[in-house]
C-alpha cells in the first residue's frame, strides 16, 4: 500500500507557472506508474499525465501535451508536474494517483492509489 501527499498548488496568474510534487509513502515507490489528474467545478475527473516506473516514457492529455512535464525521483519517493504557460481552464484540484499494475494508463480506474488533492488557480 502507498500514501500520496500532494503539494505545490496555488493561485498564479495566465502564463505564469507552477510546480505540483507528490511524495509517496513505502518502499516500493518505483514499482508503480504514477499518474496526475485534475476535476474542475462540476467536471469530471480528467487525465493530465502519467509517467512509467522508470520515468522513461511518459504521456500526456492534448489539452496539456508542451506546457506540462511529468516527472520522477524514486530515490526521493516523488512525482512532479511542472506546469508552464498556465490558462484559466487549467484551474482545478490536481491528483496524484498510483498504479500498481504498471500500466501507462490515462484512465482514472487503472490507478488504485489516490492523493487528497491540491488546488490550483489560474486567474485571466
Known amino acids: 500500500q502507498v500514501q500520496l501527499v500532494e503539494s505545490g498548488g496555488g493561485l498564479v496568474q495566465a502564463g505564469g507557472s507552477l510546480r505540483l510534487s507528490c511524495a509517496a509513502s513505502?518502499?516500493?515507490?518505483?514499482?508503480?506508474?504514477m499518474g496526475w489528474f485534475r476535476q474542475a467545478p462540476g467536471k469530471e475527473r480528467e487525465f493530465v499525465a502519467a509517467?512509467?516506473?522508470?520515468?522513461?516514457?511518459?504521456y500526456y492529455a492534448d489539452s496539456v501535451k508542451g506546457r506540462f512535464t511529468i516527472s520522477r525521483d524514486n530515490a526521493k519517493n516523488t512525482v512532479y508536474l511542472q506546469m508552464n504557460s498556465l490558462k484559466p481552464e487549467d484551474t482545478a484540484v490536481y491528483y496524484c494517483a498510483a498504479d500498481s499494475r504498471g500500466w501507462l494508463s490515462g484512465s482514472a480506474s487503472s490507478y488504485d492509489y489516490w492523493g487528497q488533492g491540491t488546488q490550483v488557480t489560474v486567474s485571466s
Open positions: 513505502g518502499r516500493t515507490f518505483s514499482s508503480y506508474t
Open positions: 509517467i512509467s516506473r522508470s520515468g522513461a516514457s511518459t
